[in-house]
């Protein structure tokens, strides 16, 4: 069943963000019409899902989707230009936004699970950011993807720290130096999305991927994405030394032996997460 678990505001009675948890996938559902705009709202709800999801054993994998046309248009504009009016002419305000921001996708790469997003319509700006920072993504053959700050004198310096570390560089740079959209084939070609399928599989789609990793071991999916992330920071000598002792702390675990013993007697695994 779905659960409501933010209200945008008092005088609405739409949810902010839906959550829908079933065979391990917990499924987050932006609900922010008409362009799902990262608001302060919005960001700290989706912080505190994660924040819950990561100590709950029952999930497995995360997926962030959306409804209507837009997966998302970014930060709110017209919360950030009210605040202009603020005493500091919104200094205090943009520093909040922008942080809360950074806090959320450097969380995603921390959570010691899986995230998907689920991409279905235009995923602009920070909605481009949180697509490139989600650990996979997968997209609707209609897609599009930009980040256009430089078109509003906004450039996209925080959405490129994780658009430079997803998309090829020199991509990531056309896209940040044109702002100008692009369309699912090319945002795979560039190294955004990894499927791109039509728009009436998609769930189906994501929801087989989410299946097949929430089967695998808990403990081995923790140990294998912070391994990934952490290696791609290293030069490539210290990068073997560390994902060596990694694979040696891993064939430790009950897991690892569970696993493997069931590989060689031919047989499913019974996961212990020890």
Not at 74 to 81: A, N, Q, S, V
Not at 115 to 137: H, P, Y
Not at 208 to 223: N, R
């Amino acid at each position: 069943m779905a659960e409501i678990v933010s209200f945008p505001d008092a005088g609405k009675a739409e949810a902010l963000l839906v959550r829908s948890l079933r065979d391990g996938v917990l499924r987050l559902l932006l609900n922010n019409p008409p362009a799902n705009a990262l608001s302060i709202a919005l960001l700290e709800a989706l912080t505190s899902e994660l924040d819950k999801a990561g100590s709950d054993a029952d999930v497995r994998v995360v997926v962030i989707a959306s409804t209507g046309n837009v997966f998302s248009a970014g930060h709110d504009l017209k919360e950030l230009t009210a605040h202009r009016a603020d005493e500091d002419q919104g200094a205090a305000f943009f520093e909040r936004a922008f942080r809360l921001c950074a806090d959320l996708m450097l969380k995603i790469a921390h959570l010691p699970k899986p995230v998907i997003a689920e991409v279905d319509g235009l995923a602009t700006a920070a909605g481009c950011q949180l697509v490139a920072s989600c650990d996979l993504a997968i997209c609707t053959d209609t897609s599009t993807f930009c980040t256009p700050g430089v078109n509003i004198g906004l450039f996209c310096s925080t959405p490129m720290v994780a658009v430079t570390r997803a998309a090829h560089r020199k991509q990531a740079m056309e896209m940040l130096l044109t702002g100008e959209t692009i369309d699912a084939s090319t945002a795979k070609d560039f190294g955004l999305v990894n499927r791109i399928v039509p728009k009436q599989y998609l769930a189906q789609v994501v929801s087989k991927y989410a299946g097949v990793i929430a089967s695998k071991s808990p403990l081995i999916l923790k140990i294998g994405k912070e391994a990934f992330y952490r290696q791609l920071e290293l030069p490539v000598e210290a990068a073997y030394d560390y994902a060596a002792k990694v694979m040696v702390d891993n064939m430790l675990t009950q897991d690892a032996e569970q696993g493997i013993g069931a590989f060689l007697g031919k047989r499913k695994p019974e996961w212990k997460g020890e």
